[in-house]
């Protein structure tokens, strides 16, 4: 007898959406049909709208050190209320950064105890630190951050153009990415600190000190180096339709580039961030409504590979300061990036693939990503017709704030499956067994 069937939902396959029964055995889909032979667990999913287990490739929770701002076990919880499966953990905000073997071996052991979905590493790119890039690549790193601004972190300085350019080549050799954080810091410090002097400290200050093409020249910057090198190049949280703009043109020369966007620059704009203050600082800023819009077009257009949270969440006390340059930048959202994609009227199958099928493709996640016999049986469970208001009650996340508290967001995750086991089921977690740790090829978890 088969370990589970899920009956009557409606499958987001890559051959289309089709009504029909899905069998798992062990951790693997099974069967795809009609009608399905009976299970040991059944799950009645018809009204349901069956998706991959979304893949969030850039988030920060924090563990070790910094578990105070987040930590794996209650960020996995929210993931996965979100239809999340498996996560691609930053080198940062966690302390020690994973830039070197054992900081990386200390943060897999650290997710290896606390993580209830899948999750992969990300190693990072600071100077000096050019020859540990094949340790970590050794260790199943999924890529290489860089930041090409000031991280915020003392102890993660950004990569200076030779730092990158170095970085680059050596990621080639090892065929792995590199993300890369795509600010200019010559702009970005030099405006910040007229901004200071002058004795603005207030939130229009903050934005005229990051404009939109201090991201465009950083992205042209790394594009360029990107295809001197042959590495291959993902640019995170893109920000504008003009950021897209110039990472497509970079691949137009010849750059092999991957665009990643966040649903909080396609839900808000700076005046959203006039409204709630702290709560949604973050780097890149959000942006005018013209160039949210010109962004969500890209989207729209196929422009944009991969939809991510950047969940990067701290203590409520560092959203607090009487200059608002001094307030932590970072969004506490993890939990309703699907449900944002939704809610902005995306086509199923477009959030399928910008939430877990490219991702899995970019970085090499043979068995995961997409709802295929053979495949993990990764998968979320979602009404797409009902809406939630978004309530600190319901938020699964270290601390209950977020700049999407009170909205109302259609497409509720009412059931999640990592590989063969539900995690989360209508507001509870009943996992058992912990998540794995993902490494690039095709054996993982």
């Not at 009645?44 to 076990?73: K, Q, S």
């Not at 979905?117 to 951050?145: C, S």
């Not at 949280?237 to 966007?261: K, M, Q």
């Amino acid at each position: 007898m088969l370990n589970m069937v899920v009956r009557g939902g409606r499958l987001v396959t890559p051959a289309g959406i089709i009504d029909a029964d899905l069998a798992i055995e062990g951790e693997l889909i099974a069967e795809i049909s009609p009608d399905a032979p009976p299970a040991k667990h059944e799950i009645d999913a018809r009204g349901l709208t069956i998706l991959p287990g979304l893949i969030d490739v850039h988030l920060h929770f924090n563990e070790p050190g910094r578990t105070e701002w987040e930590g794996a076990a209650t960020g996995s919880r929210a993931l996965a209320a979100g239809g999340g499966t498996l996560f691609f953990d930053m080198p940062l905000n966690s302390s020690p950064c994973t830039v070197g073997p054992r900081e990386f071996d200390l943060k897999r052991a650290a997710l290896e105890a606390a993580s209830i979905t899948d999750f992969a590493l990300w190693g990072g790119i600071v100077p000096g630190n050019a020859a540990a890039l094949a340790d970590l690549a050794e260790r199943g790193a999924i890529g290489f951050k860089a930041f090409l601004c000031d991280s915020g972190l003392p102890e993660f300085p950004r990569a200076d153009d030779l730092t990158l350019y170095e970085a680059l080549r050596e990621a080639a050799r090892l065929n792995l990415p590199v993300a890369v954080h795509a600010e200019s810091e010559e702009i970005t410090k030099a405006l910040s600190r007229r901004m200071l002097e002058s004795g603005r400290h207030d939130i229009p200050a903050f934005l005229e000190s990051r404009p939109v093409i201090a991201e465009v020249e950083a992205i042209q910057r790394a594009g360029l180096l990107a295809r001197e090198t042959g590495c291959k190049l993902h640019v995170v949280h893109i920000s504008s339709g003009r950021g897209v703009a110039a990472a497509l043109e970079a691949r137009a020369l010849g750059a092999d580039i991957s665009i990643e966007t966040c649903p909080h620059y396609l839900l808000f704009t700076e005046d959203d961030l006039l409204r709630i203050g702290a709560l949604a600082k973050c780097t890149p800023p959000l942006r005018t409504r013209g160039e949210s819009d010109a962004l969500f077009r890209s989207v729209l257009r196929g422009e944009v590979d991969i939809v991510a949270s950047d969940h990067s969440p701290c203590p409520p006390e560092m959203k607090q300061n009487a200059s608002f340059f001094g307030i932590w930048g970072g969004i506490a959202g993890v939990q309703w990036t699907r449900a944002a994609l939704i809610e902005k009227g995306l086509d199923l199958s477009a959030i399928a693939s910008l939430t877990a099928a490219n991702g899995a493709h970019r970085f090499n996640i043979a068995n995961k990503g997409t709802i295929e016999v053979g495949k993990h049986a990764d998968l979320a469970l979602v009404d797409c017709a009902a809406t939630q208001t978004v309530r600190e009650e319901a938020l699964f996340q270290r601390h209950r704030v977020t700049p999407y508290m009170d909205l109302e967001l259609r497409g509720v995750t009412r059931c999640t499956i990592r590989r063969g086991e539900v995690i989360y089921a209508d507001d509870a977690i009943p996992a058992i067994t912990p998540g794995a740790f993902v490494r690039p090829g095709a054996c993982n978890a």
